[in-house]
């Protein structure tokens, strides 16, 4: 079973960053994408980012387009979260993802994935 471990949350300052970091525990493991979703309190969970791990193609929701870069270092198995000009509205569990099928397409938008446990990100004002 692929475990998925989170760090890097924390609070942050607006206009500051912060790097989340997901390791995954099987080496062997090589998913086609991997993602990012949060979850502010008594809000739906949310999609953030989506990178493809054989190309490096990433995507972004809306929200955090221009301020956000997901990536994935496949040496270490590691997902990363670089959050630039942070803002209060960011303030949210953040959980990586990971689809359960290695399929060759992505499907990790779709909510059906391994999850990490989640770390907590706190801008201020």
């Known amino acids: 079973e692929v475990q998925l471990v989170e760090s890097g949350g924390g609070s942050a300052q607006a206009a500051g960053s912060l790097r989340l970091s997901c390791a995954a525990s099987e080496y062997t493991y090589s998913p086609f994408c991997m993602g990012w979703f949060r979850q502010a309190p008594g809000q739906e969970r949310e999609w953030v980012a989506t990178?493809?791990?054989?190309?490096?193609?990433?995507y972004y929701a809306d929200s955090v387009k221009g301020r956000f870069t997901v990536s994935r270092d496949h040496a270490n198995n590691t997902l990363y979260l670089q959050m630039n000009s942070l803002e209060p509205e960011d303030t949210a569990m953040y959980y990586c993802a990971a689809p359960t099928r290695e399929i060759r397409y992505c499907t990790v938008k779709s909510g059906n994935n391994y999850w990490g446990q989640g770390t907590q990100v706190t801008v201020s004002s």
């Open positions: 990178i493809f791990t054989g190309g490096g193609n990433t």
